[in-house]
């Protein structure tokens, strides 16, 4: 499906009006008459001016529906089709006033609206366990003592680095992760890429940033409950504004994948993220029969998000037959920064164990090594000092 401008005037025009309810005090005065009769006078470029949330203040003219750009915009009913799909596919994300009408509305009670918040921090990061969960924790391992790499050797760039939030996993890497980068978690289920997701994300909001859920998978309040229960307070996040969760049904993000390649990377870049989670890229692959478009749309919408300068980690299924691939073996392939989450199985059985690696880091140096980690109530922690054995 083709997005057209006529898509992108009803979505940038449904999406800057439906931030304005988020307010609980809404303005006295009805605002039935400028609904009915005028047209949205403001342009989109001053979208950020009436945030509620950024700026604390109350619209001086609020409009709940959309008023089309034009008279082809009410001629012709193809647009409308697209935005009926493209709103149902955001369904979910939470937040919203009273809804004007239509498929429109449903758009902007759950996705628009959740873009509108202030400012504010987060809990203090979690600390790993210290238990030793059967790993030599005190064991020397490789070259450059207890990391197993120079940790004296940062690669030399003037890209600002970031940090995964993960204990152990960060030290693993020299200097940080650079930003803007495109990093997949690879594993098997229940090899914690969903938490891994999550962690990356309140390591921003630890800093002060915004941040963006996109989950395939779960509900939107599966993914804040899951999140709060490692005491992240996403719930209270994502009331203040400084965080997204989104929830969406694959097969209707695929049918308007171009839509929402064309217009979520100026969505969110006009929020102001800093970090986004797509969990999990591998729902996405797998409505497309075809390899060539497959890996095509994935570019292509990996490299629209790249290209809004926010820093996106996809979650990924691991191929039935190698633990070290993605199940569809590409998306290794389009990103900057692979992570491989899988199981280490002991010949007597006696224990299955959780290990990582890091398989490439562009622009950054980093460990090669097999590393233990545990997901707890904190979330994930890796045992850097530690070896499978």
């Not at 989109?44 to 700026?55: A, K, M, Q, R």
């Not at 940033?209 to 939107?220: D, K, P």
């Not at 920064?337 to 562009?362: G, S």
């Given at each position: 499906m083709v997005a ?132 030599d924790l005190d ?100 009331e203040e504004g ?148």
């Open positions: 057209d401008e006529e898509d992108e005037d009803w979505f940038e025009k449904a999406f800057e009006e439906e931030t304005e309810p988020e307010s609980e005090e809404a303005p006295d005065e009805e605002p039935s008459e400028s609904e009915s009769e005028e047209p949205t006078a403001e342009p989109p470029s001053e979208f950020g001016e009436e945030f509620p949330g950024e700026s604390g203040e109350e619209p001086s003219e609020p409009s709940e529906s959309p008023t089309p750009a034009g008279p082809e915009d009410e001629a012709e009913p193809g647009p409308e089709s697209e935005v009926d799909e493209f709103a149902e596919a955001f369904g979910g994300g939470g937040g919203g006033g009273e809804p004007a009408g239509g498929e429109e509305d449903l758009f902007e009670d759950d996705f628009a609206a959740a873009f509108g918040g202030g400012g504010g921090g987060g809990p203090s990061a979690p600390s790993g366990s210290e238990d030793d969960f059967g790993f064991a020397d391992v490789g070259a450059g003592g207890p990391g197993g790499f120079e940790e004296d050797e940062e690669y030399e760039s003037d890209i600002p680095r970031i940090d995964f939030g993960i204990e152990g996993l960060d030290e693993m890497v020299q200097g940080g992760v650079p930003e803007r980068s495109l990093i997949v978690a690879i594993g098997g289920a229940g090899t914690g890429k969903t938490t891994f997701g999550l962690q990356f994300l309140h390591e921003a909001i630890q800093n002060g940033e915004r941040a963006v859920y996109i989950t395939l998978e779960e509900s939107q309040q599966r993914v804040v409950q899951s999140a709060t229960e490692k005491g992240w307070e996403f719930d209270r996040h994502t400084n965080l997204v969760v989104v929830d969406i049904d694959p097969i209707e993000m695929a049918n308007s994948l171009t839509s929402i390649r064309n217009e979520l990377p100026r969505l969110v870049e006009e929020f102001g993220a800093s970090r986004l989670v797509l969990d999990s890229v591998s729902l996405l692959e797998m409505m497309y029969d075809d390899q060539s478009v497959r890996r095509t749309e994935i570019y292509d919408f990996t490299k629209a998000l790249k290209d809004a300068g926010v820093t996106t980690m996809l979650t990924s299924e691991a191929s039935e037959d190698n633990p070290f691939a993605s199940r569809h073996g590409i998306i290794e392939y389009l990103t900057d920064a692979v992570v491989v989450l899988r199981y280490i199985r002991p010949e007597d059985f006696r224990e299955t164990r959780l290990a990582v690696e890091i398989q490439k880091i562009r622009d950054a140096n980093h460990s090669r090594e097999t590393k233990p980690y545990e997901i707890t109530h904190q979330g994930i922690s890796v045992y850097r000092q530690a070896n499978i054995f």
